[in-house]
C-alpha cells in the first residue's frame, strides 16, 4: 500500500545498545522528518531531511543519527540508548519543509529503554 | 521560536454538542495546521490553512492571521471524534514545524 511506515511498531531495548527505527515511504516526498512525542512536550523535531543525501537537525537531536540515501527511506538510529529515549516516535513526510504542505505520519513507534 | 499554545487542554462534550478548540501563535505564519491523533496513536493531517475557513465534513477550521488565532470546530460532535487534536506552525525559515499541546476531546454518547 502506498503511504508511510515505521517499523518496528513496538521496540524495548536496554541502555547502551543501538537501535535503528525505519521509515519508508511511497510518495517520492521530498521532506521528512523525526520527531518524538512525549508527556508534557508534545511533539518535537529530532531531524529533517530536504532531500536524499541532505540532513539537518531540529530541536532535540542530541544522541541521534540519521541518514537519507534513497528518497524513500528516512532511518533514525540511537547510537548509545538511554531511558531518556524512552518515547513514541513518529516518521512524517511532505512534499515541501517550508508549511506550506501538509505533512503525512507514520503510525508510530513506541520505543522502551530499559 | 514561535510559541503555540492551545485550549482548552482537556475537553469533555456530550454527543451532539459543538466544539471550539482554540490554537494561538506568538509569530506571523505563512500557514497553520490541525492534527487529530487518535488512540490507537495514529496522527491525521485535517486542515491546512494560510487564511479565512475550510470544510470537512463536520469539521470546520478558522485562521484569523492578524490576530494570530486559529479555531477548530466540531458540529454534532460523535464519540468516534474522541481523539487528541494538535496544531502545529511552521517556524521563521519554514522547514519545520511547532506544535501545540494538544487538546485532548472526549465525546460522551
Known amino acids: 500500500d502506498a503511504g508511510i511506515t515505521q517499523s518496528p511498531r513496538y521496540k524495548i531495548t536496554e541502555t547502551g545498545r543501538q537501535v535503528t527505527l525505519m521509515c519508508h515511504q511511497t510518495?517520492?516526498?521530498?521532506?521528512m522528518f523525526w520527531y518524538r512525542q512525549d508527556l508534557g512536550h508534545g511533539l518535537r523535531l529530532i531531524y529533517y531531511?530536504?532531500?536524499?543525501?541532505?540532513?539537518d537537525k531540529g530541536e532535540v537531536p542530541d544522541g541521534y543519527v540519521v541518514s537519507r540515501s534513497k528518497t524513500e527511506n528516512f532511518p533514525l538510529t540511537l547510537e548509545s540508548a538511554t531511558r531518556s529515549q524512552t518515547s513514541v516516535y513518529f516518521c512524517?513526510?511532505?512534499?515541501?519543509?517550508?508549511?506550506?504542505?501538509?505533512?503525512?505520519f507514520g503510525q508510530g513507534t513506541r520505543l522502551t529503554v530499559v | 521560536k514561535n510559541e503555540v499554545e492551545q485550549s482548552p487542554q482537556n475537553l469533555t462534550a456530550q454527543e451532539g454538542e459543538f466544539i471550539t478548540i482554540n490554537c494561538s501563535y506568538s509569530v506571523g505564519i505563512s500557514a497553520l495546521h490541525w492534527l487529530q491523533q487518535h488512540p490507537g496513536g495514529g496522527i491525521v493531517s485535517l486542515f491546512m490553512?494560510?487564511?479565512g475557513k475550510k470544510k470537512h465534513g463536520r469539521l470546520i477550521a478558522t485562521i484569523n492571521i492578524q490576530e494570530k488565532h486559529s479555531s477548530l470546530h466540531i458540529t454534532a460532535s460523535h464519540p468516534r471524534d474522541s481523539a487528541v487534536y494538535i496544531c502545529a506552525v511552521p517556524n521563521n525559515a519554514g522547514n519545520m514545524l511547532t506544535f501545540g499541546g494538544g487538546t485532548r476531546l472526549m465525546v460522551k454518547p
Open positions: 512524517a513526510s511532505s512534499e515541501s519543509g517550508r508549511g506550506g504542505r501538509k505533512a503525512f
Open positions: 490553512l494560510s487564511s
Open positions: 531531511s530536504a532531500a536524499a543525501d541532505i540532513t
Open positions: 510518495w517520492s516526498h521530498s521532506y
